[in-house]
Structure formats: C-alpha cells, structure tokens
C-alpha cells in the first residue's frame, strides 16, 4: 500500500455513458497524476495537477476528459460519453516537489475502466 | 525527451543477479535515469533514480557509465516475487516531471 488510494477499483459502464473516478493521494504531497494503461503497454501521461492547479494536459485528453483537484487534496477524472477505446487502468499517483527524488511518485493500484 | 531501448523481456532463476540494460542514446545533460517495477493489476514502484556511476539502495543497483547512453539495473538474487515489468525512464528535471514510460522488460523468474 503506498498511501494513494482510487475509488473504484473497477467499472464497467456502457458506451454512451459517462464515468467519474476519484484519487486521493498522500495527504502532504502536492503534485497529482494521472495516468492512463492499456493491455501491455506502459502507463501513458494524462494530465497533472500542482496543488489544485492543472497545468498541463497530453494530447490524449480530449475534450470528453476532465479532471479537477479541487483544494489541492483528492482529485477527480470524468470522462463523458465513454467510448469502447477508453477501455483502460487509469492510474492515479503523487510526489512532493524539492524532495531529493523528483521522479518519485507513488503510484495508486487503479481503477480499471471497461466498456461494453 | 530521451527515447529508451530495453529488452522486451529476460527470464531468469531464483537467487541469480539479474541485470537489466537500457540503451538511451539521446540523453541529455540534464536527464535522470529512473527505473520503475509493475506487477500486475498495480501501479508502477518506484526502484532507483540514477544521474551517473552508481546508485545503491536496499533493492537494486543502478550502474551508469561515464557516456550515459546506457544503464543497468541489477537485482541481486531474485526472488519468485520479483516477476514483474521493469521500465527504464529518462527525462529531465523540468516543471512537470511527468514520467514517459516505454513497453518495459518482462522478468520471469523460475523456481
């Protein structure tokens, strides 16, 4: 267990629909991630957050995508009218700026999307 | 950022040193070697960050040569339970530090 925790842990929705999901990171860290995989592939950036600030976002979130971090605390991933290609593990993690291991982040055990 | 080669994937035995090598041929100067384990239906672990020579934790080693086009993870003595994806990770210290993950190594390790 590293601390991130994601809720659910799995969803299965139909096409159409849309879908929210929820990170809360390690309480004192700052920084948010969220990241989305697909079957044998490695973790793929979505977007960031420095403290309740999202600033930046990958190509790869459309506009069917948002994400919030209200208060700089948990965050929030919707997607709205999923479609069968947004079948994934979204994974959520966070780190703490001016550690002395800027790629460090723990990462949370996911929730994984499907879409019939 | 640098662009990163590793073996798609190794098999190995219980209690042998494994070592993983990464090639990353456009390094830049100010880019950090990171390496990263995933077992399934988990979220990436964090093992090593390297700049260059050689870094050592409780897990792994991580050797860098002086031209850092290439580094090695080096696990010593596996265990079954270190089956698992190892992914090599460059870049550099910038704003975001967002990880750039590649298709990893696979790890089989056999009784």
């Known amino acids: 267990d590293t601390g991130v925790s994601q809720d659910p842990r799995h969803k299965i929705t139909k096409r159409g629909q849309n879908v929210t999901f929820r990170c809360d990171p390690i309480?004192?860290?700052?920084?948010l991630y969220w990241y989305r995989q697909t079957l044998g592939q490695g973790p793929e950036f979505l977007t960031y957050?420095?403290?309740?600030?999202?600033?930046?976002k990958s190509r790869l979130l459309s506009d069917r995508f948002s994400a919030e971090r209200p208060k700089g605390s948990f965050s929030t991933l919707e997607i709205q009218r999923t479609e069968q290609g947004d079948s994934a593990m979204y994974l959520c993690?966070?780190?703490?700026?001016?550690?002395?291991?800027?790629?460090?982040?723990?990462f949370g055990p996911g929730t994984r999307l499907t879409v019939t | 950022l640098a662009k990163t080669t590793q073996p798609i994937s190794m098999d190995s035995y219980e209690g042998q040193e494994v070592n993983i090598t990464c090639s990353h041929n456009?390094?830049?100067?100010?880019?950090?070697i990171t390496w990263y384990q995933q077992f399934p239906s988990q979220g990436p672990r964090f093992i090593i960050q390297?700049?260059?020579t050689k870094v050592t934790n409780e897990v792994a080693s991580l050797f860098i040569p002086a031209d850092r086009k290439s580094s090695t993870l080096s696990l010593p003595r596996v265990s079954l339970s270190d089956t698992a994806v190892y992914y090599c990770?460059?870049?550099?210290?910038?704003?975001?530090?967002?990880?750039?993950f590649g298709s990893g190594t696979r790890l089989l390790v056999r009784p």
């Open positions: 993690a966070s780190s703490l700026t001016g550690t002395s291991g800027p790629y460090e982040q723990y």
């Open positions: 957050f420095q403290n309740e600030a999202q600033l930046e």
């Open positions: 990770l460059v870049g550099r210290m910038d704003s975001s530090y967002k990880l750039i």
């Open positions: 390297g700049y260059k």
């Open positions: 456009n390094i830049a100067t100010n880019d950090y």
């Open positions: 309480s004192e860290h700052n920084r």
